[in-house]
Nanobody, 115 residues
Framework: VQLVESGGGLVQPGGSLRLSCAAS????????MSWYRQAPGNEREWVAS????????YYANSVKGRFTISRDNAKNTVYLQMNSLKPEDTAVYYC?????????WGLGTQVTVSS
């Protein structure tokens, strides 16, 4: 299993970014996917999840209404569209999958929200 995040960067408050996570090594279309984030000095926290078909998605209260998780099962990729970014969204963002009783993480992509 391999998860590779991309799309992070430096953005001003109020700006937008779209993160991608390319997955391989498992049947992507059969598994729920999640995004997490970890800010310096903080524990890793859950951000959003999407079910295997993409029909249902779930969000942390802190990002609800600003972030949108989606997936393209033909491309084995999950996305996180982040709008109205705030400085407190600054973190390393990770995608995660639970596959055959194990949890797999990507290496993460840095998002910095600053003026």
């Amino acid at each position: 299993v391999q998860l590779v995040e991309s799309g992070g960067g430096l953005v001003q408050p109020g700006g937008s970014l779209r993160l991608s996570c390319a997955a391989s090594g498992f049947t992507f279309s059969m598994y729920a996917m999640s995004w997490y984030r970890q800010a310096p000095g903080n524990e890793r926290e859950w951000v959003a999840s999407i079910l295997s078909t993409g029909d249902s998605s779930y969000y942390a209260n802190s990002v609800k209404g600003r972030f949108t998780i989606s997936r393209d099962n033909a491309k084995n990729t999950v996305y996180l569209q982040m709008n109205s970014l705030k400085p407190e969204d600054t973190a390393v963002y990770y995608c995660k999958v639970d596959y055959r009783t194990r949890t797999y993480w990507g290496l993460g992509t840095q998002v910095t929200v600053s003026s």
